[in-house]
């Protein structure tokens, strides 16, 4: 079955950096395209960026210049560089592909 476990969240002050990482397992990780969404309490996800599985990548305009998506099909696993963190930037971030989400990693940035 489809898995997608999501790590590298945590508490940042403004400014920070933190480097998300989505394993899957389940599929064939190469030929999909993976997407990050993220989530605040009582508001619908957001779609943050995604990456199709020949690599052309888009990315929402609240996070362009300061996030980076990749991937490592070797590894099976989806990156997100966070780089220049507020605090518009907490939620709690999710990859997903094909309709399928991982539980989520906490991003929370304070000083």
């Known amino acids: 079955q489809v898995q997608l476990v999501e790590s590298g969240g945590g508490l940042v002050q403004p400014g920070g950096s933190l480097r998300l990482s989505c394993v899957a397992s389940?599929?064939?990780?190469?030929?999909?395209?993976m997407s990050w969404y993220r989530q605040v309490p009582g508001k619908e996800p957001e779609w943050v960026s995604n990456?199709?599985?020949?690599?052309?990548?888009m990315y929402t305009e609240a996070v362009k210049n300061r996030f980076t998506i990749s991937r490592d099909n070797a590894k099976n696993t989806l990156y997100l560089q966070i780089n220049g963190l507020n605090v518009e930037d907490t939620a709690l971030y999710y990859c997903?592909?094909?309709?399928?989400w991982g539980q989520g990693t906490q991003v929370t940035v304070s000083s």
């Open positions: 990456i199709t599985a020949r690599g052309t990548i």
């Open positions: 389940g599929f064939t990780f190469s030929t999909f395209a």
């Open positions: 997903e592909t094909d309709s399928y």
